[in-house]
């Protein structure tokens, strides 16, 4: 049977196909449609909607969406921080830590912090992306390169194609098999569960414009308000035993996320219990890619660079990495080859180290009560966080990608 097969509109500059509908693939769709550039983004769910609840946008992610030209309507739904980083002790709440954000934030990287729910930030990016740039319910299966350009099919039999592909398919994605064959997923160990507690039930302490970490032995706990502090957010970690379910829409239950924080402070215990029902997801660790791309196929956010979410990055990296991929390929249009080979340059060395870091923190966050444990807590007493996160919050994405071809 002859597969059904249509070239992407032709409109003078390279047909840009971005697989993946979630944060990363519309801001790269976003940017590239700011540029002039002839995109069409590819999502397999039927409609758009971000699975999860909370998230952390950060003064590097925040200058990138004020650039879209949508930023008021994400921040009337958004929670500004005023505090951020602030570790508790695990069985009394002290405070270990705590990141003042409050004009100095601004003051320093030109941009607020804010904690919001990822709806809402993918909502004020897809408003930069017209309508009739997104094909709902296309679920790719392969890639092909062949004369004519890159060839993608999708699960009803019909295909397209396009002179660029960009991956934005998650941390499952299927263009990355085209591209690398990376190490197999290990198993962390741990799993993560999240819930939302509507702020009327939630106690007062959950419901400041704080980023809250309780950490322990083992385990550690985040907490913030989101939905213009409507509902608190949580995300909290645990040793997974047998659980080994990687899929976002898997649940557990009130009682087990309270066992695996029993003793620990009770205003935890209380937020805990005033939860709906908690959704479970085992954290798999992947070794950072050695390359994103090849010819004209590459890769952006959880496709490239799936983290641990412990340094609250992973939305920022995926809006860096598409606000750099389009300033790339609109810089050389003639040549995407090249284009997404300065792309990768740019951006691999960065996400990597984010990586890296990211994963350090499961060590440091739940290490068990000792002499390790209090040189930690010692440390972050005497650390300034918000200034030594500059090489983080500081960052331009569009602006390294510029001075890439200077």
Same mark, same amino acid.
């Given at each position: ?23 990363? =693939? ?22 758009? =909607?971000? *699975? ?10 925040? @200058?990138?969406?004020?650039? $879209?030209?949508? $930023? ?66 296309? @679920?790719?299966?392969?890639? +092909?390169?062949?004369?004519?350009? *890159? ?11 396009? +002179?660029?592909?960009?991956?934005? +398919? ?61 509902? *608190? ?34 205003? $935890?215990? +209380? ?8 959704? @479970? ?19 952006? =956010?959880?496709? #490239? ?14 809006? &860096?990495? =598409?606000?750099?991929? #389009?300033?790339? $390929? ?41 002499? &390790? ?34």
């Amino acid at each position: 049977m002859t597969t059904p097969t249509s070239d992407l509109q032709s409109t003078g500059t390279p047909r840009i196909a971005v697989v993946g509908g979630g944060i990363g =693939g519309l801001a790269a769709a976003a940017f590239l449609h700011r540029a002039g550039m002839n995109v069409t983004v590819f999502e397999q769910a039927p409609q758009l =909607g971000e *699975v999860g609840a909370g998230l952390v946008v950060s003064p590097n992610a925040v @200058r990138m969406i004020r650039r $879209l030209g949508h $930023l008021d309507a994400f921040l009337d739904k958004a929670v500004p921080l005023e505090v951020g980083w602030e570790f508790r002790r695990w069985q009394n709440g002290e405070v270990l830590s705590a990141e003042q954000l409050t004009d100095s934030c601004e003051a320093l990287y030109g941009e607020r912090s804010y904690v919001a729910h990822r709806a809402d930030l993918l909502e004020a990016i897809r408003a930069a992306v017209p309508t009739d740039r997104i094909r709902l319910g296309a @679920r790719c299966t392969g890639v +092909d390169t062949q004369d004519d350009g *890159v060839r993608l099919h999708f699960g009803d039999g019909s295909a397209v194609v396009a +002179d660029v592909v960009i991956g934005a +398919d998650g941390v499952h994605s299927v263009i990355r098999g085209s591209i690398a064959t990376p190490a197999p997923a290990e198993y962390s160990g741990m799993c993560a569960f999240r819930a939302i507690v509507p702020a009327e039930v939630a106690p007062a302490f959950a419901r400041r414009p704080v980023q809250t970490l309780w950490i322990g032995p083992d385990h550690h706990l985040v907490h913030y308000p989101i939905s213009g502090g409507e509902s *608190v957010n949580i995300v909290a970690f645990a040793p997974a035993g047998d659980f080994t379910d990687e899929s976002w829409s898997a649940t557990g239950t009130v009682e087990e996320l309270l066992a695996e924080f029993a003793g620990w402070d009770t205003r $935890l215990t +209380d937020l805990i219990k005033a939860a709906g029902t908690p959704g @479970r997801w085992a954290l798999l660790d992947r070794a950072p890619l050695e390359r994103w791309s090849r010819g004209r196929v590459t890769l952006l =956010g959880d496709a #490239a660079h799936p983290m641990f979410p412990f340094f609250a990055q992973g939305a920022a990296q995926a809006i &860096e990495d =598409g606000a750099a991929v #389009a300033q790339c $390929l609109a810089a050389d249009p003639g040549n995407p080859e090249r284009a997404l080979r300065t792309y990768e340059q740019v951006r691999l060395p960065r996400t990597t180290k984010v990586q890296q870091l990211s994963r350090g923190r499961k060590e440091i966050n739940h290490l068990p009560d000792g002499p &390790e444990q209090i040189s930690r807590d010692a440390e972050l007493a005497e650390g300034d966080p918000l200034v030594q996160s500059g090489w983080l919050y500081g960052y331009d994405a569009e602006l390294a990608a510029k001075e890439a071809y200077v």
